[in-house]
């Protein structure tokens, strides 16, 4: 027999021995599962017993990252650091650097070594044999004083204008930590800046767009982007759907595919200022349809904030869910998601209504020719009437 055959034999004898143990913590009696296999019970409970094992070793926390770190130095390189540290203990890092011959290591490597082998880098000074003079309570309140009355002085001027001034024998020094323990006396916060919660007052009258990318998929191993349009007044999905790159193309595809489901054009749409969200190319389509083209302040997800929160949302109640996280099913399984919080979810907001509550006010159907040519909208020719600047 070859080694290809026993192999063989031996993953098959494996995985009869993995469905034998999952059939008895399905349930299924020792006899009845010893009787299918061909196994023993002693044996069948050896074997459960050991895939007990396994299964709490496996689950234990694991260190992450290398054992052993990739760029560490050779031991003769090491040792030879740790020679010099070891001999010298006043040197500073900088200095064992230098007398480091054949590409010295950097000043952290060289730390790390000192404190893997317990090396103690010696002061140099000497210390002290006689205590520092200590400065009266009256002399430090009024040093902080002048501080505080002239704070763009440095430590030298501030020192002078102490002994002028006071009389009083002052280092530049004691004049550094007046400073910064003025410094660190606690601030009273700002108010909190007044935000300005908005609401559109019909269905689709502004639809939010954003990409959630924090989907990392275990079968393609790449990030996956959720593209969803929310409408602003019933706080609905439009659209959402998986991608796996997302430009300006697949933005105004779905923004096609949410006005030819719900049968209106909304009146403006707000992106924030990633790539996919800008560009001629969307911008012409958007004047093309009639849909103002809004995006967000830079560095201020704030004005995007109820998609922000939806995505939070959708973490939890969804991809934390479906593990492990692979396209088809994550496909297959969304819009059923996508269902639940239209129709089911009750929203704070809506005082627990949900969604389609308010997304069923809306009657102004939009005229199907215009639906019907959206796509002709979506080409280079129609890109021309527009400037570049634009």
Known sequence: M????????D????????????????GASLRQVSQDSGISRS????????????????????????????????????????????????????????????????????????????????????????????????????????????????????AWEVQNTLHRPISPATMTRLKRTQQAIPVPPLPSPPWHFYERHHPHSLWHGDFLEKVTLSD???TAYQLTLLDDYSRGYVFCDLFLTPDARTTIRALIAAMRQWQAIPRAVLFDN??????????????????RLIHTALHHPQTNG???????????????????????????????????RNYIRGHRALKGQPAITRLREHTRLADATVLAQLERMFTPQAMVQVPESS
């Open 2 to 9: 070859g080694h290809e055959a026993v192999r063989e034999a």
């Open 11 to 26: 993953e098959a004898q494996v995985e009869q021995r993995v469905q034998a143990v999952l059939a008895l913590w399905r």
């Open 43 to 158: 044996v069948l409970s050896q074997l459960q017993q050991r895939a007990r094992q396994a299964l709490r070793l496996a689950l234990r926390d694991q260190p992450r990252g290398p054992r052993r770190a990739g760029n560490r130095l050779a031991t003769a390189r090491e040792e030879t650091v740790r020679a010099l540290c070891q001999h010298h203990p006043t040197w500073s890092a900088a200095v064992v650097q230098q007398h480091c011959e054949d590409e010295p290591p950097t000043l952290r490597t060289i730390q790390r070594i000192r404190r893997r082998h317990g090396l103690v880098r010696l002061p140099q000074r000497a210390p002290t044999t006689h205590p520092r003079p200590r400065l009266s309570r009256e002399t430090l309140q009024q040093a902080m004083a002048i501080i505080q009355e002239k704070p763009y002085l440095g430590a030298e001027r501030l």
């Open 220 to 222: 393609l191993q790449q």
């Open 274 to 291: 990633g790539a996919a969200f800008t560009g001629r190319l969307l911008t012409t389509f958007c004047q093309q349809v009639g849909i």
């Open 306 to 340: 109820k998609l922000e929160r939806a995505f939070r949302d959708d973490m939890r109640d969804f991809y934390q869910q479906q593990t492990p996280w692979r396209v088809d099913p994550l496909r297959q399984a969304l819009p059923t998601y996508v269902y639940y």
